[in-house]
């Protein structure tokens, strides 16, 4: 999945720059020129990082970074400025920049922090992801406390590694999964046995979890893995 960047920059030779070379390490990058701007982008929360000057016109980048908060949008942020006095990189911190980059500054070093900001955001993802209790896919309900399966409240049971498969499976909802993922994270394998344990779980996970119902759930995707989603 491609990362989207915000870049909030005025000076239109810098944000060029930015852009180019954020693009072809593979970003998609969207700009504009203008706090007020970049608070109406930010506030949609659909990007992955934004990289914002702090002297903007219409809207401070600060400012423009406090209201996005105040909004509840924690989208990771690195301010740019050429203010880089030990107070002036607090100020930004304390604004709810998630790093603080000075200007003048290697395209290298901002290449870096962007990487480590994504990098810290996954994690910090991940650890919420673990943490949860229940999973929902369509009208699909788990409760890994209780180890209880039910779809649409009608209870469906299942086994200990047919489970762990549709946990799995439903911590990925919507993205293919593939064979290989599966026998590492499942079985442990890290290698391909030559058998077809994969597809012969899966089977029977299916017919557990839509006997009785129209529409299907988990889908095959040929040549590819598999998919569970509530849509076709």
Known sequence: MTRKILIVEDDAATSAYLAKGLAEAGYAVETCGNGRDGLFLASEGIFDLIVADRML???????????????????????????GSVDDRVDGLHAGADDYLTKPFSFAELSARVEALLRRSDNQTAAVASQQTRLT???LEMDLLARTVTRAGRAIPLGAREF???????????????????????????????????????????????????????????????RLSADG
Do not use: C
Not at 73 to 81: A, F, G, K, N, Q
Not at 196 to 217: A, M, Q, T, Y
């Open 164 to 226: 762990n498969l549709l946990e799995y499976l439903a911590r990925h909802a919507g993205q293919v999964v593939t064979r290989t993922m599966m026998l590492e994270k499942i079985w442990n394998y890290h290698f391909d046995p030559g058998s077809n344990v994969v597809d012969v779980h899966i089977g029977r996970l299916r017919r557990k979890l839509e006997e009785g119902f129209s529409d299907p759930i988990l889908h095959t995707v040929r040549g590819a893995g598999y």
């Open 137 to 139: 896919v369509g009208d």
């Open 57 to 83: 016109p219409g809207l401070d980048g600060l400012a423009m970074l406090n209201a996005v908060r105040a909004a509840g949008i924690m989208t990771p942020t690195l301010v740019l400025s050429a203010l």
